[in-house]
Nanobody
Framework: QVQLVESGGGLVQAGGSLRLSCVVS????????MAWYRQAPGKQRELVAR???????DYADFVKGRFTISRDNAKNTVYLQMNDLKPEDTAIYYC??????????WGQGTQVTVSS
């Protein structure tokens, strides 16, 4: 059974930073893609950043220059470093991974709240 466990969310003031982590298990899963999404109240879930199957990184325009996605393959972990946070970044952040059979898996989400 594939599990994604996110951590690192919390309450931060505008301009502050947070680092989210997502551990994927079991380690035997063949991961193709890893990504972070977010969903704010009353809004649709949207892509924040991702690693494609080729290893390229993509970012949503609203986080370019502020957020960085990284990964540790040995630990099956993906990170999202979030700097210069803004109140509009407040959302539940979800980790997503796709395996070599095109299955998609989601974590339970971690709340990020940015106060003004």
């Amino acid at each position: 059974q594939v599990q994604l466990v996110e951590s690192g969310g919390g309450l931060v003031q505008a301009g502050g930073s947070l680092r989210l982590s997502c551990v994927v298990s079991p380690r035997t899963i063949s991961i193709n893609t890893m990504a972070w999404y977010r969903q704010a109240p009353g809004k649709q879930r949207e892509l924040v950043a991702r690693f494609t199957a080729s290893g390229r990184t993509d970012y949503a325009d609203f986080v370019k220059g502020r957020f960085t996605i990284s990964r540790d393959n040995a630990k099956n972990t993906v990170y999202l470093q979030m700097n210069d946070l803004k109140p509009e970044d407040t959302a539940i952040y979800y980790c997503n991974t796709g395996d070599s059979r095109y299955n998609s898996y989601w974590g339970q989400g971690t709340q990020v709240t940015v106060s003004s």
